[in-house]
């Protein structure tokens, strides 16, 4: 199993292009499935979950090709069956996305239900009772969600009781070939439901107000075929700009959405980083600087995105002061905890969702393991910033999110190298 050694105490400096978001791709690559024609998209990341999406496609019998430009082309003409199979949804839970377009277009749909995960239960209840509502026969057998109609799915109002990224992008693509119109209130607001909804437009769909809570889709009876670039990856961008604040450093990104970074460029002012942003790009210099300790707080964009919550708590435990990070969207999802005061980190947690970090002055070099992929960010973090060689064992986590991150951190003067 690959490791990552790491000497710490570096700080970061250069310039480095962000990669297109792979929580926009994994939805669009299944909304591939709606339409026979061919798609083109470009600007997807290479990683594990996009490889395993890919799979997924091709052993539904869709042709997915990868042409020289290293765009995904994709044409779903017609598929030799309709089974998203436990082997790869239980590797990723994305997997179940195919759910929504699969029974939109062929009627009839049998994906594995995802299963536990390490962080969290993370039920599917929303995705399938806005099916249900949608005119849906669901039943669950041996592990399986077996959906059916017979004709179109039907257009209406389906209310969500959470907010759901997955569960808004599955009703959402299933919407754009029912019959009638349907609205999703307390749909989910995040960049990637824009981004999707954007490709789905390109093919011909009517989807309108994503990026807001109500998102309304008139169905059409087909879709056709067409291109779209995946938009930058905000979570990979807050990764590298933490990274450079940890170490003192000072970063430039290119081909970044900073529109997409609000909360997070926020934080990273208050912690006392300083930022110059264009339209496409990202500048943070920390200038050698020590961070000033943050109040973390998870919630639906445009709120603080979970997904960076690890890695601020890397900068909070070097931080000057204390600080309280408060994890509203996912159960378990602390796992970083244990491993982190393994470095010399000195935080306390106070039941599932919150956690009080007193910064220190310095964290140390310690053999850590990687339990899911922006845990498994922040011990990275931790590492460039630490005194020592740190050595991430089970850094196939980090794989399914970060492209080619020895690279991009070595260019930037980080002395980083992957063993196994
Ligand atoms: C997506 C992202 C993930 C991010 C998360 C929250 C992808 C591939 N993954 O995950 O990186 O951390 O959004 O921003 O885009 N829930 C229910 N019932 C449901 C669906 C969800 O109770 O039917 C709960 C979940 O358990 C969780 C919360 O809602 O507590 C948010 O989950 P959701 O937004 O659905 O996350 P994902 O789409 O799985």
Known sequence: MDKLQIEGGVPLNGKIRISGAKNAALPIIAASLLTEEPVNISNSPHLHDVTTMIELLACLGVDVTLNEFMEVEIAARRLENYRAPYELVKTMRASFLVLGPLL????????????????????????????????????????????????????CDIHMDLVTVGGTQNLMMAATLASGTTRLFNAACEPEIVDLADFLNALGAKVSGQGTSTIEIVGVPRLHGGAHTIMPDRVEAGTYLVAAAVTGGRVHLRDVAPKTLG????????????????????????GGRRAKAVDIETSPYPGFPTDMQ?????????????????????????????????????????????????GVDQLKAAPVMATDLRASSSLVLAALAAVGTTTIDRIYHIDRGYETIEEKLGSMGAKVRRVS
């Open 310 to 358: 690890a890695q601020f708590m890397t900068l909070n435990a070097l931080a000057d002061g204390t600080s309280t990070i408060t994890e509203n969207i996912f159960e378990n999802r602390f796992m970083h905890v244990h491993e982190m005061k393994r470095l010399g980190a000195e935080i306390e947690l106070h039941g599932q969702s919150m956690a009080v970090v007193h």
């Open 104 to 155: 939109a277009r062929f009627g009839e749909a049998e994906v594995s239900l995802p299963g536990g995960c390490a962080i969290g239960s993370r039920p599917v209840d929303q995705h399938l009772k806005g099916l249900e509502a949608m005119g849906a026969e669901i039943t669950v057998t041996e592990g399986y969600v077996c959906a059916k109609t017979s004709g179109r799915l039907v257009g």
């Open 263 to 286: 909360a997070v460029l926020d934080k990273l002012q208050q912690a006392g980083a300083e930022l110059t942003v264009g339209e496409n790009w990202i500048e943070l210099d920390m």
